[in-house]
T-cell receptor, first 115, second 117 residues
Framework: DSGVTQTPKHLITATGQRVTLRCSPR?????VYWYQQSLDQGLQFLIQ???????AKGNILERFSAQQFPDLHSELNLSSLELGDSALYFC??????????????FGEGSRLTVL | GENVEQHPSTLSVQEGDSAVIKCTYS??????FPWYKQELGKRPQLIID?????GEKKDQRIAVTLNKTAKHFSLHITETQPEDSAVYFC????????????????FGKGTHLIIQP
């Protein structure tokens, strides 16, 4: 158990719809990262939040957005869904205050299927 | 930004033999290089890591080597076992310029390691 919690574990929806994925980081971690993993693909970095503020952006589509709340949990919003958005979405956390090691701790992922 | 190349994409070895996976990175400022193992449908899990002030690190059957001059690092698994079958990802740490806390990992595309009985 990494200490990172993601919900929901599975989600099936239709094209054009909007979904929200939720992540609770490890206790004490200030950073939350979102990664997308499509079938047989690597881990594509989407976005990073640190202590409530956006810090870095990767290959995140304009249809996607995220935020980190004061309690440090994060949500990834995916809108106008397309078939190609079907993937496993991972949240990871790191950077406990005063202990910046670089290691990321991954949640179990949210598997999104767009029909 | 950081770019990480990983080879091979698929590696099949006989049980008991050794496996080697290689990665190169582009940012000379990178200082942390972890390896993650991902079983089918599961989350990536850290198996070993190395920092830039070290050339080699070993943990039982797993070892990682780092050549900072050439900007490449490798994962070595000896005496492979069926449970080693998985996808392995290398990664390199990046630190951003946008302010405090911009920090993360860029991953290679992964190596599917198959252990043949």
């Amino acid at each position: 158990d990494s200490g990172v919690t993601q919900t929901p574990k599975h989600l099936i929806t239709a094209t054009g719809q909007r979904v929200t994925l939720r992540c609770s980081p490890r206790s004490g971690d200030l950073s939350v990262y979102w990664y997308q993993q499509s079938l047989d693909q690597g881990l594509q970095f989407l976005i990073q939040y640190y202590n409530g503020e956006e810090r870095a952006k990767g290959n995140i589509l304009e249809r996607f957005s995220a935020q980190q709340f004061p309690d440090l949990h994060s949500e990834l919003n995916l809108s106008s869904l397309e078939l190609g958005d079907s993937a496993l979405y991972f949240c990871a956390s790191s950077q406990r205050a005063g202990a910046v090691t670089g290691e990321l701790f991954f949640g179990e992922g949210s598997r999104l299927t767009v029909l | 930004g950081e770019n990480v190349e990983q080879h091979p994409s698929t590696l099949s070895v006989q049980e008991g033999d050794s496996a080697v996976i290689k990665c190169t990175y582009s940012d000379s400022a990178s200082n942390y290089f972890p390896w993650y193992k991902q079983e089918l449908g599961k989350r990536p899990q850290l198996i070993i890591d190395i920092r830039s002030n070290v050339g080699e690190k070993k943990d039982q059957r797993i070892a990682v080597t780092l050549n900072k001059t050439a900007k490449h690092f490798s994962l070595h698994i000896t005496e492979t076992q069926p449970e080693d079958s998985a996808v392995y990802f290398c990664a390199a740490r990046w630190v951003g310029f946008s302010g405090g806390g911009a920090d993360g990992l860029t991953f290679g595309k992964g190596t599917h390691l198959i252990i043949q009985p």
